[in-house]
């Protein structure tokens, strides 16, 4: 099936470090998500995409995140800077424009900050 | 069931045998999704169920949906060994920001 990757798959940075996370979504889709998850607990909702813009975000997107996807390349997540409640898996998603409930995950990336 | 301040909770069955997990929502609901997440892996949607759906069924999966009673289900039929999963549920009330369960780890044994 369609499959959305995410680079990279770890990332050890210290605290107050900027990290870029990449995420490459499935070709034809158009909506984008960032998601969180601590270890052992649910996963939580950061952030949606759409034509450039944030469409919504919950209160764990702080001010340090920013996303964008210039120019269809990879969809980022960038967090500047770190902090260490910042460690977490950060999990990527994308859909269609029109079926924003069916999403497909990547592997996502194991961020640690030290 | 999933919700609140559970823990992930822990199910542990034969092969061959029925397996129900619940989910129950606090906040008003249009859709259900399900999930199943192997390990080191991103979540798969398995299942997704709207609110005017009693019931859907998917080979051996079924997911029924009461809005009553804010409580979904997802029944696994004849569990095979690569059933073995975390499982976890997730609402969506008309928008884009879906709320997720913590989860069921399902072990299926040989």
């Known amino acids: 099936g369609p499959k959305v990757l995410q680079i990279p798959s770890h990332q050890i940075i210290d605290m107050g470090q900027m990290v870029t996370l990449n995420c490459d979504p499935v070709?034809?889709?158009?909506?984008f998500y960032w998601y969180k998850q601590i270890l052992g607990q649910q996963m939580e909702f950061l952030v949606n995409?759409?034509?450039?813009?944030?469409?919504?975000k919950s209160k764990l997107f702080k001010d340090q995140f920013s996303v964008e996807r210039p120019d269809g390349s990879y969809f980022t997540l960038k967090i500047q800077p770190t902090a260490l409640e910042d460690s977490a898996v950060y999990f990527c998603?994308?859909?269609?424009?029109?079926?924003?409930?069916?999403?497909?995950f990547g592997p996502g990336t194991r961020l640690t900050v030290l | 069931s999933q919700w609140g301040e559970e823990n992930l909770q822990a199910l542990s069955i034969q092969e061959g045998e029925d397996v129900t997990m619940n989910c129950s929502y606090k906040?008003?609901?249009?859709?259900v999704h399900w999930y199943r997440q192997d390990s080191g892996r991103g979540p798969a949607l398995i299942i997704l169920?709207?609110?005017?759906?009693r019931e859907k069924r998917s080979g051996r999966l079924r997911a029924t949906l009461d809005t009553s009673s804010q409580s979904s289900s997802l029944s696994i039929t004849a569990a095979q060994c690569e059933d073995t999963a975390v499982y976890f549920c997730?609402?969506?009330?008309?928008?884009?920001?879906?709320?997720f369960g913590k989860g069921t780890s399902l072990v299926v044994h040989p």
């Open positions: 997730a609402t969506s009330g008309g928008n884009y920001k879906p709320t």
């Open positions: 070709s034809n889709h158009l909506y």
């Open positions: 906040t008003y609901t249009t859709v």
């Open positions: 169920i709207r609110s005017n759906e």
């Open positions: 998603a994308s859909s269609l424009r029109d079926r924003v409930y069916e999403q497909y």
């Open positions: 995409f759409y034509n450039g813009k944030v469409m919504e």
